[in-house]
Structure formats: structure tokens, C-alpha cells
């Protein structure tokens, strides 16, 4: 079974069905799957409002519905739904009468490649918007949690804005001496502070914030009976009640000096003094918080020591030592104060340096490089020479987590295979990366000359009977380093590439060996194989099937030949011929990812599949009534034209008693099995 891309629910105002399947041909050529209703009146929409969808596309007029009624009526039920509404020409005043009454963008028909580049722009927008809410329903119930946890927090808590208590947690009061928050309320911070820091306290207040490495304050408290203590107060930007304002957590400070180098010893590497990776991991959490709030650049620079093994394996683990000390002497001169200096790792010290890009610090990070290269570093009376690799990554708006600009500056110090060089990440090299199809087609081709491809067995499980084993045939590809890479993608570039055919050979003999095999045990077992819409062009595969099925002595009606709607719908004139090609060789059809075309049974009027697995999109989320009743109309007209129903995608039990009840031929998903490197299902267990 395929990976379940996500579907897009698409309404088309449009009279004309040839123009509704040019629309969503569109979509399909685009590479986007997707679920289609057309709309043919008021009550239809009304009707269809009862569902959720994702897009309307409207044409200029329609006799049946009104554009405009149909917009109105979307807004009126505050349904998300982003419209396009298409318009005659460039008339400027039709553009702007259709945005006034609510559409998302209106442009000239016939504008293909304009409405599929719009369409993304909306849907990305529709997922945006839902991220959001989804987001605002569990930061609120975060913030109940978190307010439970402020109230009993063992530490003295506040919420400061503008200088004035407008929070304190039970543990905060008693630190003061007052018994209740009222009594803070109006009180300005500054007014619990000793006389003797208050200049101090008001001059940290207000430049905390760009003070880098800077967010602790030790000063005195006064209680409400006058008694004085020593507190270290750490400061925090935060909001509460949606207002932004300051946190402050207090504690009691000690004047223990065991406890001072505990506090050192947590965050200082041992050997070189210092910060160490865990503490250097939060500065950059800080770094990343002040670049997206407060639009702070900073700039990451990863420094790893060149062939530092081999120097350990030369000098010895307690020179070594030494050496990195000496290196971060060098470090700590070279950079300054301003700079947070950190051994991340053996060989690897880390730079963060605040409001600078990495372009910016180039020249002084080259400055480096020459100098350690050209150091001479005396360790006991012998000179030790050594060089760096530096990759460099920066922090600005966009920077999500930590981990992730530390990440791109550590693979940019990878590429440096020959050491003594400096990267600056690129983002333009990684988008080109993940969009590069040139390296997958290139593991493509080596797999289909080493036979490395993997073949996975997922098995589809009948609810009513058969006797037969049935298993759905999964090809994966491995990368360079073993892992997956994702089926979606390189089968796009395998497609792309005119690969497809071929893979797809491939898989059909590969596929046909293991399962002669396989029966040769007394399993009266099928496959299910998928055919490319390269496959249902090419006039060479039934001449070319039916040899490979006579070499190997199995019979023809043990395989299921799979074809994806969006393909057969594309291709209905060769994939009717090929077909009846299979039907006289013996061998089944099946139809994939049925029930997403505007009239998915016109297509089953010139295909004989006897097998009809639905979309993926039909099992998501079926606790909802809406799609239950959808999934089960769309069942029960297939039983009506006598075809054998597969649902894919069974995750879970609770979804079972409703397959059971619709009258669900087979079930297919990770509930039951998922893909397997063997045919090794207990199809018996299921009988009993």
C-alpha cells in the first residue's frame, strides 16, 4: 500500500462537466490528489456544506447556482473555504466585485498555470489557518496547565509589565511576607528591592533584553516587615493574559561556595572552562527566541579541530587536552567577550555571536583559520601544528529551532573533507538538494542493474470468505546510507525520468519469482502489483507478460494488476485495451484510489476491475458521521455494479465494526499487518 498522500476536496461551480474534468485534470496533472464534487444547485450546495472541503472553484456565471449565491452562502455558514472565482477576461470590475463579495482571488478563465499557482497559495493559506487553530486550542490548554503548575511552583514566580506586579504565585508572596496577591497589585517591583540596588534593578530592567547571557540579576529583597535577604532573580520575556511582559523567578540566594561551583561545574566544560554543550544548547534556545521576537540576527559557527583522532592516537589523551585548552585560549582572544564560546563536542567547539550575519563574520572566521593554521601550540616542549573546518549557519525570523542551525552549520563543516576551509550554509543549497531528482534518479538506475530494489508484502485481509491469500507488492528504494527513501518522491523521478516502465518490469518479475516460489509450499496466494501510467502505454507489456508467466509456470489469475485512477482516467483508451489484454491471459484488474474523479463510475463503464480499492481520504477520520455516510454510499454503489470493495488505511479497531456494517469486501492496513519483507501473514487466523 502506497503512502497516503493527502487529498484535496475540491468543489467546481462549473455547467459544463467537460470543463469540470479539464479543472481537475489540472490538478492531477499538477500532482495533486483529489476528491471532486460538482455543484448543480442550491440545494447541492446546501447539501454540501454538510461536509468539509478545501477549495471552490467558480466559473463566471452558472445557470443553476449563482457564483454570487454560492459565496454568500459559504459565508454566511463562516465556513473556511477559499474561493476562486474565475471571470471573463481581465474584466477589472468583475476581479473586484468578486473579492468585495468574499473570494480569495479572482482571475481570467483560462489562465491554467495562474490558477494552479493561486489554488497552492490557497490551500497552503487553508492548512495555515488550521495549524492555527489547532494550535490555539492546545496553547490554551497549555496555558491552564501551566497556570496550575505556576500556582504550586516551589519557586517564587512573578509576572511583571512595565515595572508592576500584574502576577505572584503563592511561593512569591510568602518569599515577601504578604498574604495576599492584592496586596501587590499597583505595587511597583522596584519598591521590594533594597535601597542600596535599586539603580542597579531599574538600569537591568530595562536593558535585559539585549543583554546577551545577561538574563540573572543578585540583589536584595525587602520582605514586608522590613527584613532584608540576598535573591538571584532570573528574567524572561513572556505574556500573560495575552499581554507581553516579564518573568521573574526568584530564589533565596546562599552564600555557599560549594554551591556557586556546582552552579559553574553544570554549565562548564571541565577541560577547556568553557561553556559546555547543554548550556551552549539554551544560549542558542535564546539566541533563536530573541531572533524571531525581537528580529535579533546572530550568527552559529561550528569548529571542528582537523584529523583531531590522529592527533590523540600522536601526542596522547592528556596532550590532547592541553592542546584544547591552548585552542581555546586562542578562541577566547580571537573573538572577545561579546562572543559565546563552547566546547560542543571532543573535537568540536561552537561560536555564537550576536547581530551578525554569517556573511558578516566571514572574513574574521578566514582570519582564524589562518591563524591556527600558522600557530605554533607547545604542549610539554613539543610543537604541535593543527588547521580547522568551520561551518557557519546564521539565526534571523525564519529560524524555527536551535537544533536546526546547529545542524546546517555541523553539515556544512562535514563537506569540508579536506579541513583548513570555512561554508557558510546556503539555503538555496538545500532547497536544491531536497528537490534534486538527479542523485534518486541516479540510485534508481543502480538498482535496477544491481537488483537492490526492496520488495514489501502487505497483506489484504478478506471480511467475507475467500480462500485465497491476497498481498498488495510495496517496492522501496535505499539511499547510499540504508534508509528509505520516501516512495513518493522517487517515484515522481522515476517517472520524470522515463524510468517508470522499467521499474515496473522490475517489479512484475522479481514479483513473479518470489511468488511461484512462494505457492510451491501449497499457498493459494495473489498479488496485487501496480502499473504506472508508463504501463498502460507501453504495447510491449502483455507480449512481454505473457512469456514471463509461461517461463515461470504460474497461473495468470494469481495476479491482481493495480491501476491508479488519476492514470486510468488520463489514459482511458490505452487502459481499456490493456485491460482486455490481462483479461485474456487470465489475469485481474484492480482499480486504485477509486472515488476521487468528478464521476468515478463512468470510469468503471470501460474498465472490467473486478477489484476496487478506494481512496485513501474515505478512512480519514471516521468518527465524523459525514464521513462514514460518504464511505458507505460510495461501498454500496460499488456492490451494486458487483465489484469486489477493498478499504486501505484500517488503523484501528474502532473503525472495523464500520467497515463490517457497510459490507466491505477487504481491509487492508498497519491495524491488521503492515508491509512485511516476507509473505507470512496467517490468513487462518482471520477464518476463525
Same mark, same amino acid.
Given at each position: 500500500?502506497?503512502l497516503q +498522500?493527502?487529498t484535496?476536496r475540491?468543489?467546481?461551480?462549473?455547467?459544463?462537466?467537460?470543463?469540470a474534468?479539464r479543472l481537475?485534470s489540472?490538478?492531477?496533472?499538477?500532482g495533486?490528489a483529489?476528491r471532486?464534487?460538482r455543484?448543480t444547485?442550491?440545494d447541492?450546495l446546501?447539501?454540501?456544506?454538510?461536509q468539509?472541503?478545501?477549495l471552490? *472553484?467558480s466559473?463566471p456565471s452558472?445557470?443553476?447556482l449563482?457564483?454570487?449565491?454560492? *459565496?454568500s452562502?459559504i459565508?454566511r455558514?463562516?465556513k473556511?473555504?477559499?474561493?476562486?472565482?474565475?471571470?471573463?477576461?481581465?474584466?477589472?470590475?468583475a476581479i473586484?466585485?468578486?473579492?468585495?463579495?468574499?473570494?480569495?482571488?479572482?482571475?481570467p478563465?483560462?489562465?491554467?498555470?495562474?490558477l494552479?499557482?493561486?489554488?497552492?497559495?490557497?490551500?497552503?493559506?487553508?492548512?495555515?489557518?488550521?495549524?492555527r487553530?489547532?494550535?490555539e486550542v492546545?496553547?490554551?490548554e497549555?496555558e491552564?496547565?501551566c497556570?496550575l503548575?505556576l500556582d504550586?511552583? @516551589?519557586?517564587?514566580?512573578?509576572? @511583571?509589565?512595565?515595572?508592576?506586579?500584574? =502576577?505572584a504565585?503563592?511561593?512569591y508572596l510568602?518569599?515577601?511576607g504578604?498574604e495576599?496577591?492584592?496586596?501587590?497589585?499597583?505595587?511597583?517591583?522596584?519598591d521590594?528591592i533594597?535601597?542600596?540596588d535599586q539603580?542597579?534593578?531599574?538600569?537591568?530592567l530595562?536593558?535585559?533584553?539585549?543583554?546577551e547571557g545577561?538574563?540573572?540579576?543578585t540583589c536584595?529583597?525587602?520582605?514586608a516587615?522590613?527584613?532584608?535577604?540576598?535573591?538571584?532573580?532570573?528574567f524572561s520575556?513572556?505574556? %500573560?493574559?495575552g499581554?507581553p511582559?516579564?518573568?521573574?523567578?526568584?530564589?533565596?540566594?546562599?552564600?555557599?561556595?560549594?554551591?556557586? +561551583?556546582?552552579?559553574?561545574?553544570s554549565?562548564?566544560?571541565?577541560i577547556?572552562g568553557?561553556?559546555n554543550?547543554?548550556?551552549?544548547?539554551?544560549?542558542?534556545d535564546a539566541?533563536?527566541?530573541?531572533?524571531?521576537n525581537?528580529?535579533?540576527?546572530a550568527s552559529l #559557527? =561550528?569548529?571542528r579541530?582537523?584529523r583531531?583522532?590522529g592527533?590523540q592516537?600522536?601526542?596522547?589523551l592528556?596532550?590532547?587536552?592541553r592542546?584544547?585548552?591552548?585552542?581555546?585560549?586562542?578562541?577566547?582572544?580571537?573573538?572577545?567577550?561579546?562572543?559565546?564560546?563552547?566546547?560542543f563536542a571532543d573535537?568540536?567547539?561552537?561560536v555564537?555571536?550576536?547581530?551578525?550575519t554569517?556573511?558578516?563574520?566571514e572574513?574574521d572566521l578566514k582570519?582564524?583559520?589562518?591563524? @591556527?593554521?600558522?600557530?605554533?601550540?607547545?604542549?610539554?616542549?613539543?610543537t604541535?601544528q593543527?588547521s580547522?573546518? *568551520?561551518?557557519?549557519?546564521?539565526?534571523?525570523e +525564519?529560524?524555527a529551532r536551535?537544533?536546526?542551525?546547529?545542524e546546517?552549520?555541523h553539515?556544512?563543516a562535514?563537506?569540508?573533507?579536506?579541513?583548513n576551509?570555512?561554508?557558510?550554509y546556503?539555503?538555496?543549497?538545500?532547497?536544491?538538494a531536497?528537490?534534486?531528482r538527479g542523485?534518486?534518479?541516479a540510485?534508481?538506475?543502480q538498482?535496477l542493474e544491481t537488483?537492490?530494489?526492496?520488495?514489501?508484502f502487505?497483506?489484504?485481509?478478506?471480511?467475507?470468505g475467500?480462500?485465497?491469500?491476497?498481498?498488495?507488492?510495496?517496492?522501496?528504494?535505499?539511499?547510499?546510507?540504508?534508509?528509505e527513501?520516501?516512495?513518493?518522491q522517487?517515484?515522481? #523521478?522515476?517517472?520524470?525520468?522515463?524510468?517508470?516502465?522499467?521499474i515496473?518490469?522490475w517489479v512484475?518479475?522479481?514479483?513473479?519469482?518470489?511468488?511461484?516460489?512462494?505457492?510451491? +509450499?501449497?499457498?493459494?496466494?495473489?498479488?496485487?502489483?501496480?502499473l504506472?501510467g508508463?504501463?498502460l502505454?507501453?504495447?510491449?507489456?502483455?507480449?512481454?507478460?505473457?512469456?514471463?508467466l509461461k517461463?515461470a509456470r504460474?497461473?495468470a489469475d494469481?495476479l491482481?494488476?493495480?491501476?491508479?485512477?488519476?492514470?486510468a482516467v488520463?489514459?482511458?483508451k490505452?487502459?481499456k485495451?490493456?485491460?482486455?489484454g490481462l483479461?485474456?491471459?487470465?489475469?485481474?484488474?484492480a482499480?486504485?484510489?477509486?472515488g476521487?474523479?468528478?464521476?468515478?463510475?463512468?470510469?468503471?463503464?470501460?474498465?472490467?476491475a473486478?477489484?476496487?480499492?478506494?481512496?485513501?481520504? =474515505?478512512t480519514q477520520d471516521l468518527?465524523r458521521?459525514?464521513?462514514q455516510?460518504a464511505l458507505k454510499?460510495?461501498?454500496?454503489?460499488?456492490?451494486e455494479?458487483?465489484?469486489?470493495?477493498?478499504v486501505?488505511?484500517?488503523?484501528s479497531?474502532?473503525?472495523l465494526a464500520?467497515?463490517?456494517?457497510?459490507?466491505?469486501?477487504y481491509i487492508q492496513?498497519? =491495524?491488521?499487518?503492515?508491509?512485511s519483507q516476507?509473505?507470512? %501473514?496467517?490468513?487462518?487466523?482471520?477464518e476463525?
Amino acid at each position: 500500500m502506497a503512502l497516503q +498522500k493527502k487529498t484535496i476536496r475540491l468543489l467546481i461551480l462549473e455547467d459544463s462537466q467537460n470543463e469540470a474534468e479539464r479543472l481537475v485534470s489540472l490538478f492531477r496533472n499538477a500532482g495533486q490528489a483529489t476528491r471532486v464534487h460538482r455543484l448543480t444547485s442550491s440545494d447541492d450546495l446546501a447539501d454540501a456544506l454538510q461536509q468539509t472541503w478545501d477549495l471552490l *472553484i467558480s466559473a463566471p456565471s452558472s445557470e443553476n447556482l449563482e457564483p454570487s449565491e454560492a *459565496i454568500s452562502a459559504i459565508r454566511r455558514q463562516s465556513k473556511d473555504i477559499p474561493i476562486i472565482q474565475l471571470t471573463e477576461g481581465h474584466d477589472a470590475e468583475a476581479i473586484t466585485d468578486a473579492l468585495q463579495l468574499g473570494a480569495q482571488d479572482a482571475l481570467p478563465q483560462g489562465e491554467d498555470e495562474w490558477l494552479i499557482l493561486v489554488a497552492n497559495r490557497e490551500l497552503a493559506n487553508l492548512e495555515e489557518r488550521r495549524a492555527r487553530r489547532s494550535a490555539e486550542v492546545a496553547l490554551r490548554e497549555a496555558e491552564k496547565r501551566c497556570q496550575l503548575l505556576l500556582d504550586s511552583s @516551589v519557586d517564587a514566580i512573578a509576572y @511583571v509589565h512595565d515595572g508592576m506586579h500584574i =502576577y505572584a504565585n503563592r511561593a512569591y508572596l510568602e518569599l515577601f511576607g504578604y498574604e495576599d496577591v492584592e496586596d501587590l497589585e499597583g505595587m511597583p517591583m522596584i519598591d521590594l528591592i533594597e535601597a542600596c540596588d535599586q539603580v542597579n534593578f531599574k538600569t537591568f530592567l530595562k536593558n535585559y533584553q539585549t543583554l546577551e547571557g545577561s538574563s540573572e540579576l543578585t540583589c536584595g529583597g525587602v520582605r514586608a516587615d522590613g527584613e532584608s535577604f540576598k535573591a538571584r532573580m532570573h528574567f524572561s520575556p513572556a505574556s %500573560y493574559d495575552g499581554e507581553p511582559c516579564i518573568q521573574v523567578v526568584i530564589r533565596a540566594e546562599s552564600d555557599s561556595a560549594e554551591l556557586q +561551583k556546582l552552579r559553574e561545574i553544570s554549565t562548564q566544560d571541565p577541560i577547556t572552562g568553557l561553556h559546555n554543550r547543554n548550556h551552549f544548547a539554551e544560549l542558542v534556545d535564546a539566541a533563536v527566541e530573541r531572533a524571531v521576537n525581537a528580529s535579533q540576527n546572530a550568527s552559529l #559557527a =561550528y569548529i571542528r579541530v582537523d584529523r583531531f583522532a590522529g592527533l590523540q592516537a600522536e601526542i596522547g589523551l592528556s596532550d590532547a587536552d592541553r592542546l584544547l585548552r591552548q585552542l581555546a585560549d586562542l578562541l577566547r582572544d580571537h573573538f572577545g567577550s561579546s562572543a559565546q564560546l563552547a566546547r560542543f563536542a571532543d573535537d568540536v567547539f561552537t561560536v555564537l555571536q550576536p547581530g551578525v550575519t554569517p556573511h558578516q563574520v566571514e572574513p574574521d572566521l578566514k582570519k582564524l583559520l589562518s591563524r @591556527v593554521e600558522g600557530h605554533l601550540f607547545d604542549i610539554d616542549g613539543r610543537t604541535v601544528q593543527t588547521s580547522l573546518s *568551520i561551518g557557519v549557519a546564521g539565526l534571523d525570523e +525564519k529560524t524555527a529551532r536551535a537544533q536546526d542551525v546547529i545542524e546546517r552549520a555541523h553539515r556544512c563543516a562535514d563537506d569540508l573533507t579536506d579541513g583548513n576551509a570555512l561554508k557558510l550554509y546556503n539555503p538555496a543549497d538545500e532547497l536544491a538538494a531536497a528537490a534534486n531528482r538527479g542523485s534518486i534518479v541516479a540510485m534508481l538506475q543502480q538498482a535496477l542493474e544491481t537488483n537492490s530494489f526492496r520488495l514489501l508484502f502487505q497483506p489484504i485481509i478478506s471480511l467475507r470468505g475467500d480462500s485465497h491469500e491476497h498481498y498488495e507488492v510495496l517496492l522501496r528504494l535505499l539511499d547510499p546510507q540504508g534508509a528509505e527513501v520516501p516512495p513518493a518522491q522517487f517515484l515522481s #523521478a522515476a517517472s520524470d525520468a522515463g524510468l517508470a516502465g522499467k521499474i515496473d518490469r522490475w517489479v512484475i518479475l522479481n514479483s513473479i519469482k518470489l511468488l511461484a516460489e512462494h505457492r510451491t +509450499k501449497g499457498h493459494s496466494t495473489r498479488l496485487f502489483l501496480h502499473l504506472s501510467g508508463a504501463s498502460l502505454q507501453d504495447a510491449g507489456l502483455l507480449p512481454w507478460l505473457g512469456v514471463v508467466l509461461k517461463a515461470a509456470r504460474l497461473p495468470a489469475d494469481a495476479l491482481v494488476f493495480e491501476l491508479n485512477e488519476p492514470d486510468a482516467v488520463a489514459y482511458l483508451k490505452p487502459a481499456k485495451a490493456l485491460a482486455e489484454g490481462l483479461g485474456e491471459l487470465g489475469c485481474h484488474l484492480a482499480l486504485s484510489n477509486f472515488g476521487c474523479a468528478l464521476n468515478p463510475f463512468n470510469t468503471l463503464r470501460h474498465l472490467n476491475a473486478e477489484f476496487i480499492k478506494v481512496d485513501g481520504s =474515505y478512512t480519514q477520520d471516521l468518527s465524523r458521521q459525514e464521513n462514514q455516510e460518504a464511505l458507505k454510499q460510495l461501498l454500496a454503489e460499488l456492490h451494486e455494479h458487483k465489484r469486489q470493495s477493498i478499504v486501505p488505511f484500517v488503523e484501528s479497531a474502532t473503525v472495523l465494526a464500520t467497515l463490517w456494517q457497510a459490507g466491505v469486501s477487504y481491509i487492508q492496513g498497519h =491495524y491488521l499487518q503492515g508491509p512485511s519483507q516476507s509473505m507470512d %501473514y496467517n490468513f487462518s487466523s482471520d477464518e476463525e
